[in-house]
């Protein structure tokens, strides 16, 4: 049986057949630093050519699953943006590295699913929440295009219409509000969370392997097209916008906790 890589921010973790992905930065919400980001890769990476699981569960450790990006990191790339160029290399492969995983990927939003953790959510194959967890793509409050994978993946789920409505404000939905528009699958009691995301899990897992497999890989056709199509040039502005005075103003706002003064 091949052994998952020990790393300092993420966890992986066997329960037979299920592989299980653990963002592992309780203190700080599970934030993206750049250990992070990188180590995401790897876990994907295994995840994606690990022989000896059928289902991944992806989830975060406390009490959010994902806050988006850790504010000292996002400050350190404002100041010197050609560090956020790696990131633009990581980004892109967390995206299709997730895309490509042939068997199914499943959420367990235990909370907050904000920025870059909204997107991992959303490009999981089915999503069950906590009711009182948060989904938002907030990159433009920040000053960013939301280039990431938001511009991919909302639509996707949701329509044009209504994901242009929250990608240009960056508003955060409740669980239950995102369940009720088909942005998640699955809205639920924090204390009956678990129980159902196992019952699914072990749904999946006796199931038809290679059936489920190939269905998955065909429903995920058309985000990879989209991918193909928008995630280079949305990474390239994101990539734009990171040396914008917006953003500079955005972390100076979040440093002094006051609204930023975009234009002035």
Request: charge should be negative; glycine fraction near 8%; proline fraction near 4%.
């Amino acid at each position: 049986m091949s052994t998952p890589p020990r790393l300092d921010t993420i966890l992986l973790d066997r329960r037979g057949r299920l592989l299980v992905i653990t963002l592992n930065r309780p203190d700080s919400l599970n934030a993206f630093n750049l250990a992070l980001h990188d180590e995401l890769v790897v876990a994907l990476d295994f995840a994606r050519d690990d022989p000896d699981s059928d289902v991944v569960l992806l989830t975060g450790a406390g009490c959010a699953f994902s806050a988006g990006g850790d504010l000292d990191h996002i400050a350190r790339n404002a100041a010197e943006p050609e560090r956020f160029d790696h990131e633009v290399r990581i980004a892109r492969t967390i995206v299709l590295t997730l895309l490509d995983i042939a068997k199914p990927v499943v959420c367990r939003m235990n909370g907050h699913a904000v920025g870059l953790g909204a997107t991992l959510a959303l490009l999981c194959d089915v999503i069950f929440a906590a009711e009182t967890a948060r989904i938002g793509d907030p990159h433009v409050q920040v000053g960013l295009a939301a280039g990431d994978g938001g511009a991919i993946v909302w639509a996707q789920r949701i329509g044009l219409a209504r994901a242009k409505e929250f990608l240009l404000t960056g508003e955060l939905l409740t669980a239950p509000r995102a369940a009720e528009l088909g942005l998640i699958n699955h809205s639920l009691p924090a204390d009956q969370l678990d129980a159902a995301v196992e019952a699914f899990c072990e749904r999946l897992l006796a199931g038809a392997q290679m059936a489920i497999r190939y269905t998955k890989q065909l429903t995920n056709l058309e985000l990879k097209r989209t991918a193909e199509l928008v995630l280079d040039q949305g990474l390239a502005w994101e990539s734009e916008t990171v040396r914008s005075r917006d953003h500079a103003e955005a972390v100076a706002a979040l440093r002094d906790k006051r609204p930023p003064r975009f234009g002035a």
